[in-house]
């Protein structure tokens, strides 16, 4: 930005300040009264007629955010109240304020003051904030362009006399290596998919920091899906039509009563709850007809054939068993003698989900014909049975509190040391150092937006505060589509286990879980170890997804919104103990290890009564 620029941005931002007050009219009314800041009551407004005294002690970059702190005051103007002074750190473009980003004011305490040579009047001259500029565009990065960086100051005076400063930040080339500082930012969304290339350098004639922001990548993800989806929609409609015939052809056959059918659209193999079930059916002193229907992902097509045999077995078996959404045997009316068991992955009630979401971002249609036809949907208590029947849709008598299967093995020690002992056995830089375990869930409304910003994690921070004594371990929701990229330098503290199928496993050698909204939480639960909830969005999530508990006082360990906050937890061992027993009292009915066979006795209840009847 040149003098000349520069100067009209100086200028509009004293005709915009002078006509704040016509513009109040725009405030919304609450009984016809206008409600005002302190600052909108002012009774003057004197704006750059002051040259404030400010200094940058901090201007940090790590990935796409930056942390700020320093001080800035106007000599003469004491800044003794908080609420008398805001501080904004402007980014501007061609002397037009795009974005305004607010700075919390820090108090300067006496020794701080008499370091820096400052009297108590100017107590409140201090400031600090992390900016994620991968987020200031309205959740959106900075858009493509050059910009400057300017702090605006505005004090309010006890003659009730506005001031309003906006400076340059000074000299920050100290804080660029190499005198330049660059980094990649990414958005997703379902729609697009953006990358960019954020570059930092100190603009000498400005005096302050120039950024620019480049797009390199624009996907257009809802073209490619509707692209794909115009090229395969009269096939796929044709299959699943045939399917749906063939099943109500196939029902004409009688059921067979020995038949189990296992399916999943997020699993190639026995594992999860399907594998402690499927265990407890063959310790039974019966003879089964199991049906396996397993693929990794609902796009993993499926054949001709294959519709055909699952039309068959799905009319003809006793019982289906799902764990998690599966979409084509949702348009079906299960057979008044056969049973849709939902085996859902997941344990407790957590994030709001299914028919719970109807209005919000990715919620389902109130039409929909999801979850509807489950005859039996299992879950870990009784506290939780109204969750679930209203997520999926279903009558509450559906809803079976029997616990989860797959809980069982937290109360198997021998199968828990056989685990231990094959993990440490594969793995042996597990050993010797305590492991952190980092399991959150995804961003995004589904599976075509889901991603982690992993820009929220310093890795430079985690490494140098912690790697002495712990190792970190990713466990990353297989929805993700963008990758972990671990710097060389951290490889040894730093591991990728995302691909890792059973988390349970995990948590056996995990000291501490770092999670976020997912029901993982549950389950480390039942080990009696600390957890720490790293919640940086959780403002937004709470006002996009939503809770069936009020989040702050449901997690039973502490909340970290930063970085640093997480590493301030680990280090001091600031864990919440005392909340786990309650926690787990709640939402476990039973803690013997016997869920499975209550699952199996619950599935196969109706049949023997009806069997004992018939006899």
């Known amino acids: 930005m040149k003098e000349r620029e520069f100067l009209k941005f100086k200028l509009g931002t004293l005709f915009r300040k002078r006509s704040v007050q016509k513009n109040l009219n725009h405030v919304d009314e609450i009984s016809e009264e206008k409600l005002f800041s302190l600052f909108d009551k002012a009774e003057d407004v ?25 001080y800035m005051y106007i000599d003469g103007i004491p800044l003794l109240r908080e609420d008398t002074v805001r501080k904004k750190l402007l980014i501007v473009q061609k002397g037009e304020v795009v974005q305004s980003i607010p700075l919390k004011n820090q108090r300067l305490d006496e020794s701080e003051r008499q370091r820096l040579g400052f009297s108590k009047e100017y107590e409140w001259a201090g400031f600090y904030q992390e900016i994620n500029f991968s987020k200031v565009n309205g959740g959106k990065p900075l858009p493509h362009g050059n910009f400057h960086l300017y702090l605006e100051l505005e004090v309010l005076d006890e003659q ?77 409609k044709m299959k699943r039509v045939m399917f749906q015939i063939l099943y109500q052809l196939f029902c004409i056959l009688p059921v067979k009563q020995n038949k189990i059918t296992f399916a999943s659209d997020s699993r190639t193999d026995l594992s999860g709850n399907f594998e402690f079930v499927y265990q407890e059916l063959l310790n039974r002193d019966e003879t089964f007809d199991f049906q396996f229907f397993l693929k990794e992902s609902i796009n993993t097509k499926k054949s001709i054939a294959e519709y055909v045999q699952m039309a068959y077995h ?13 979409p084509i045997i949702y348009p079906l009316k299960i057979r008044k003698n056969a049973d849709l068991v939902q ?84 793995y042996p830089f597990l050993k010797g150092k305590k492991v952190i375990l980092f399991a959150p869930t995804f961003r995004g409304n589904g599976q075509q937006s889901a991603h982690y910003p992993f820009e929220v994690l310093n890795y430079d921070q985690l490494y140098q505060e912690l790697n002495s004594e ?25 591991y990728d286990f995302s691909d890792f199928r059973e988390i349970n496993e995990l948590l056996l050698i995990a000291d501490v879980l770092i999670t976020d909204y997912s029901s993982v939480c549950f389950e480390f639960a039942l080990l009696q170890k600390p957890m720490i909830f790293f919640s940086y969005d959780v403002d937004e999530y709470i006002r996009t997804r939503d809770f069936y508990y009020e989040y702050f006082s449901f997690i039973p360990g502490p909340l ?4 640093r906050e997480l590493v301030s937890i680990v280090k001091n061992n600031q864990y919440e103990f005392e909340k786990l027993d309650s926690f787990v009292q709640y939402f476990f009915d039973e803690l013997d290890g016997q869920s499975s066979k209550r699952v199996v006795d619950a599935i196969f209840l109706e049949q023997k009564e009806g069997d004992e009847k018939q006899g």
């Open 46 to 70: 004197i704006t750059n007629k002051n040259i404030p005294i400010r200094v940058i002690t901090k201007f940090n970059w790590y990935e796409s955010f930056l942390t700020i702190e320093g």
């Open 160 to 236: 009730n006399i506005k001031y309003h400063e906006t400076h340059t930040l000074g000299n920050i080339n100290q804080f660029l290596k190499q005198d330049i500082y660059a980094t990649k930012m990414e958005h997703f969304s379902g729609k697009k998919r953006l990358k960019y290339n954020f570059i930092v350098t100190y603009d000498e004639e400005e005096k302050t920091a120039y950024v620019s922001s480049h797009k390199l990548q624009e996907i257009d993800q809802g073209l490619i899906e509707t692209t794909m989806k115009d090229e395969n929609r009269i096939i796929r």
């Open 314 to 326: 799905f009319a003809t078996s006793r019982q289906i068993l799902i764990d998690d959404f599966y």
């Open 560 to 563: 970290a919104r930063t970085c």
């Open 470 to 494: 712990y190792i970190f371990l990713f466990k990353i929701h297989p929805f993700v589509k963008n990758q972990i990229n671990i710097p060389y330098q951290y490889s040894e503290f730093f």
């Open 343 to 426: 085996l859902w992955h997941a344990v407790g009630a957590f994030k709001t989900f299914g028919y719970s979401r109807i209005g919000l971002p990715g919620g389902p249609s109130p039409t929909s014909k999801n979850h509807r036809n489950y005859t039996k949907v299992i879950v870990s208590s009784d506290h939780i049975r109204k969750h679930y029947a209203e997520g999926f849709g279903v009558d509450i008598e559906n809803v079976i509190a029997t616990g989860v299967p797959r809980t069982d093995f937290f109360f198997d020690e021998a199968k828990k040391a056989e685990v231990r002992s094959s993990l440490y056995e594969e």
